[in-house]
T-cell receptor
Framework: SQQGEEDPQALSIQEGENATMNCSYKTSINNLQWYRQNSGRGLVHLILIRSNEREKHSGRLRVTLDTSKKSSSLLITASRAADTASYFCATAVSGNTPLVFGKGTRLSVIA | NAGVTQTPKFQVLKTGQSMTLQCAQDMNHNSMYWYRQDPGMGLRLIYYSASEGTTDKGEVPNGYNVSRLNKREFSLRLESAAPSQTSVYFC???????????????FGDGTRLSIL
């Protein structure tokens, strides 16, 4: 069963614009991770944010975590056509249980 | 380093046939996983191996078996394939022994399996 739910399911933007994707989850977590999947490829880990962190940056990526609302957001600034992919959040409930992935957001960046 | 390698990349089976999907990682990771990905369903965990010598069921284990052959290799077997098992299968691995469930996962590029 899915723990995280991404929103929106699909997003289409122009190159240079910012893209924001959201993830909501149901139970308390140890950490939340974001992954990218290009068409026909496996998932690639982007960023991990721990439950005691509120914001984290990596290059053009910014992730926030609000544990009181059980939600996270992934912001991609100055999008490029190469950012076109599906993005998944995954939650870790404890150290001894596997990650649970959401269904993903499909991002299309139009040049 | 190749990371996580899955073989084969594509396979077509007839209903009732059996086959084994192979996965190997060269990152000295302790934990390995098998997922299936279906349209609109995201990734669903089939089986996982938190460490060499252990395997556990995930969300959708029915119709599958696994073998953690050694630290590098984790195979997935379909004993009697059914059309409902048509999917893309991904293998992944993660480092660490303690708090293994919190670690980032590294994925292979998948096996596309069609069952007629």
């Amino acid at each position: 069963s899915q723990q995280g739910e991404e929103d929106p399911q699909a997003l289409s933007i122009q190159e240079g614009e910012n893209a924001t994707m959201n993830c909501s989850y149901k139970t308390s977590i140890n950490n939340l991770q974001w992954y990218r999947q290009n068409s026909g490829r496996g998932l690639v880990h982007l960023i991990l944010i721990r439950s005691n962190e509120r914001e984290k940056h990596s290059g053009r990526l910014r992730v926030t975590l609000d544990t009181s609302k059980k939600s996270s957001s992934l912001l991609i600034t100055a999008s490029r056509a190469a950012d076109t992919a599906s993005y998944f959040c995954a939650t870790a409930v404890s150290g001894n249980t596997p990650l649970v992935f959401g269904k993903g957001t499909r991002l299309s960046v139009i040049a | 380093n190749a990371g996580v390698t899955q073989t084969p990349k594509f396979q077509v089976l007839k209903t009732g046939q059996s086959m084994t999907l192979q996965c190997a990682q060269d990152m000295n990771h302790n934990s390995m996983y098998w997922y299936r990905q279906d349209p609109g369903m995201g990734l669903r965990l089939i089986y996982y191996s938190a460490s060499e010598g252990t395997t556990d069921k995930g969300e959708v284990p029915n119709g599958y078996n696994v073998s953690r052959l050694n630290k590098r290799e984790f195979s997935l077997r379909l004993e009697s394939a059914a059309p409902s098992q048509t999917s893309v299968y991904f293998c992944a691995s993660s480092a660490g022994t303690g708090n293994w469930g919190n670690q980032p996962q590294h994925f292979g590029d998948g096996t596309r399996l069609s069952i007629l």
